[in-house]
């Protein structure tokens, strides 16, 4: 390994195979900034390995540019669409199967983008790498007009209850809303508010919690937003 410059931040095992680790940092799918893949780091300096093929850097370099940003901008993919805003790209777990190296990625993309011409212009990029891209899940995007009574209704409220001007906005995350005809998510998150959590902590991890203040106003308005949208829509 001696013609393979190592950052200082991996490391090397010799147990009778060479092994090289990299360490990364996780982040949700829906929220990639501030992650940094480990898988990458890896596909990066062994896309750069001299006693390999030209055949196998091409392998490694795909992970290394596809995935070297959190907007699809090397997949030639990047857009943003109006109120579902910006797409996003994380890769996930690489895995060696059958001889094949597996990518696994995760795209939130906006409800005015069109699935198939990305997934077109992925598998296009691909190609020029010499893999196959297997598209195998899709749930298409939902987004719900704000200025729809419902929307601006549940706003206010949320509004009145926390003492805060606040608007409607859009998340990456999935919803099982989108399962329902003319639904919204709606939730005890507030935007901008300190997690009482350190970074690395709390939201999906086995430390995960909430302010038992945030859970007390989520109580106040969901009663009051039942009672306000039997009014709106029962009439």
């Not at 090289?20 to 896309?47: I, W």
């Not at 899940?137 to 926390?162: A, Y």
């Not at 959590?197 to 995960?208: I, L």
Request: charged share 20%; net charge negative; hydrophobic share 40%.
């Amino acid at each position: 390994m001696d013609s393979l410059a190592i950052p200082q931040d991996f490391s090397v095992e010799d147990n009778g195979h060479i092994v090289v680790k990299a360490a990364g940092k996780t982040a949700h799918a829906a929220f990639p900034e501030g992650s940094d893949s480990a898988a990458v780091k890896l596909a990066r300096v062994l896309a750069g390995a001299p006693f390999l093929t030209e055949k196998e850097k091409a392998c490694f370099r795909f992970p290394d540019q596809g995935f070297a940003d959190y907007y699809g901008e090397g997949m030639g993919i990047g857009f943003e669409g109006g109120l579902s805003g910006r797409l996003t790209l994380a890769g996930g777990m690489a895995r060696t199967e059958r001889g094949r190296f597996i990518q696994n990625f995760n795209i939130r993309y906006p409800v005015t983008a069109d699935a198939e011409a990305l997934v077109r212009q992925m598998s296009a990029i691909a190609g020029t790498y010499g893999w196959i891209l297997d598209w195998n899940r899709d749930n298409p995007p939902c987004v719900i007009d704000p200025e729809s009574p419902v929307v601006r209704e549940l706003t206010s409220l949320c509004c009145q209850v926390l003492g805060t001007e606040a608007e409607a906005c859009s998340m990456d995350g999935g919803t099982y809303a989108r399962k329902l005809p003319n639904a919204v998510a709606f939730g005890p998150g507030i935007r901008g508010q300190k997690k009482p959590c350190p970074p690395g902590h709390g939201g999906g991890q086995p430390d995960e919690c909430v302010k038992i203040e945030n859970l007390t106003n989520a109580m106040e308005i969901y009663i009051e937003a039942l009672k306000r949208l039997d009014v709106l829509i029962g009439g």
